[in-house]
């Protein structure tokens, strides 16, 4: 197993959710891995560790990412490059003059190498767009290391590969079985993580990503590839398949950040019922896809549920004019 670069505050917390446990008729946990850090908060940050480490000894002084407009991973990955005296470049897309809000206002704050491109140019090549970039700092001095989407690549993988033996101590110490547990799906690198762990180590949990764009199609095959490739990081080999890679998405919604107004109300409902504050692109989406298959039981006997809540704070401010009270 590769080594990472300590940065996030671990292990964080699992608390339990009592009053939607009590709406729901079961044991409702939440991991809160939206407390990881404040400038690098959220889930990405546990990939980076990995990814970060690998950039140094690979003799980078550069980092390069890319995301959407309110890229919670562009975000973290310009705070912790910052934090190791790294230098970072991001890649953002978006159509139109962005507003100056949310994580790309911190990106501003903190002096990232912004460069922009469309959703057209993001999607057919984003990549080739980083190794420009990549060039150009290589024509300067320096040496880049370029991180994928979300950092959901094999060495990313590790990340959520080692939250879930973090979990396993932490159901130890706290005397429960998680036999359940949800997360938000992006770009795949956090369930593809919770998926190797949960195989190669047999703990026989259902592990359910709650796609929030794409659908099962799109993620089985990027969890498959990047699985494959952090088993070549673990230095391990174990049969994986597709066909038990849980992927759900029907809560997908009308897409990628953009949400509908049940999906907000169910922001509001949780924060004034548990006092946790979801997010709307992510966490928000996969936590009320979560709810109303439990209450409408196409999840059936679900036993003890873990939801991980992977951050997104910074996403919700650029939405407050959308919540209705
Ligand atoms: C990126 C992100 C996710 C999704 O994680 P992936 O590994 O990209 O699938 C979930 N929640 C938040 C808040 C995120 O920023």
């Given at each position: ?19 939607i ?8 946990y ?6 990881t ?42 705070a ?19 507003v ?15 460069r ?10 984003r ?10 700092y ?8 370029i991180?994928?989407e979300g ?11 080692s ?5 396993a ?28 762990a ?17 659908d ?18 673990i ?21 990628y ?14 924060a ?22 439990i ?31």
């Amino acid at each position: 197993m590769k080594s990472k670069i300590s940065l996030a505050n671990l292990p964080t917390k699992i608390e339990k959710l009592d009053r939607i446990s009590a709406e729901l008729g079961i044991n409702l946990y939440i991991k809160r891995d939206d407390q990881t850090a404040t400038e690098f908060s959220g889930n990405k940050i546990r990939k980076l560790e990995y990814a970060l480490k690998e950039a140094i000894d690979t003799g980078c002084d550069t980092v390069i990412t890319c995301g959407g407009i309110q890229s919670n991973h562009a975000r973290a990955t310009v705070a912790a490059a910052i934090k190791l005296g790294l230098k970072s470049a991001i890649l953002l897309r978006t159509n139109e003059e962005p507003v100056v809000e949310g994580n790309y206002f911190l990106n501003k704050l903190m002096g990232a190498d912004i460069r922009f491109c469309t959703f057209d140019e993001y999607r057919n090549s984003r990549g080739e767009i980083m190794e420009g970039i990549a060039r150009e700092y290589k024509e300067k001095g320096h040496k880049a290391f370029i991180i994928p989407e979300g950092a959901s690549f094999g060495i990313g993988v590790l990340g959520y590969y080692s939250c879930l033996e973090e979990i396993a101590i932490q159901e130890k110490q706290m005397g429960v079985t998680f036999n359940t547990i949800v997360v938000a799906t992006g770009s795949g690198g956090t369930f593809a993580g919770l998926y190797l762990a949960n195989k190669f180590h047999k703990y026989g949990k259902r592990i359910i990503g709650m796609a929030v764009c794409d659908d099962v199609e799109y993620f089985r095959n990027i969890s498959y590839n990047i699985s494959k490739d952090a088993l070549e990081h673990i230095g391990e080999s174990i049969d994986i398949e597709k066909e038990d890679m849980e992927i759900n998405d029907r809560h997908v919604g009308i897409g990628y950040a953009i949400s509908k107004k049940d999906e907000l109300d169910f922001i509001t409902d949780f924060a004034r019922k548990e006092g946790v504050i979801l997010d709307p692109v992510y966490t928000g989406k996969a936590m009320k896809g979560l709810y109303s298959e439990i209450m409408d039981k196409t999840i059936k006997n679900p036993g003890n549920v873990l939801f991980i809540h992977t951050g997104g704070l910074f996403g919700l401010f650029p939405k407050q004019g959308q919540f209705e009270f």
